[in-house]
């Protein structure tokens, strides 16, 4: 069973910076790609960020791209994603989880296991 764990969501005023990290259990965390997704209240929970296993492709929605760097560390079985000039509209639940092997990288459908999300709300 893998469990994700994320954490450093918070409250933020708008131009300002969070980075959040996810923290993965088991022993084959290097052998996934993993990802971020993000979900508004009243929203469907939409693709964020996605990171293959070695790290060394990324991808990015549009609506985040230049600002929202994602990041990955196996030897401590860790993922990250460093926001910076944070908006309003980046306010939502901000869910890791792991792609499942062969699945599309910026649908949810394509992943199997999710954390529980924290909390980004971005002050105007």
């Known amino acids: 069973q893998v469990q994700l764990v994320e954490s450093g969501g918070g409250l933020v005023q708008a131009g300002g910076s969070l980075r959040l990290s996810c923290a993965a259990s088991g022993r084959t965390f290097s052998s996934y790609a993993m990802g971020w997704f993000r979900q508004a209240p009243g929203r469907e929970r939409e693709f964020v960020a996605a990171?293959?296993?070695?790290?060394?492709?990324?991808y990015y929605a549009d609506s985040v791209k230049g600002r929202f760097t994602i990041s990955r560390e196996n030897a401590k079985n860790a993922v990250s994603l460093q926001m910076n000039s944070l908006k309003p509209e980046d306010t939502a639940v901000y869910y890791c989880?792991?792609?499942?092997?062969?699945?599309?990288?910026?649908?949810?459908?394509?992943?199997?296991?999710w954390g529980q999300g924290t909390q980004v709300t971005v002050a105007s």
């Open positions: 990171i293959n296993r070695s790290g060394d492709s990324t």
């Open positions: 989880a792991r792609r499942r092997q062969g699945g599309y990288y910026t649908q949810d459908q394509g992943y199997d296991y």
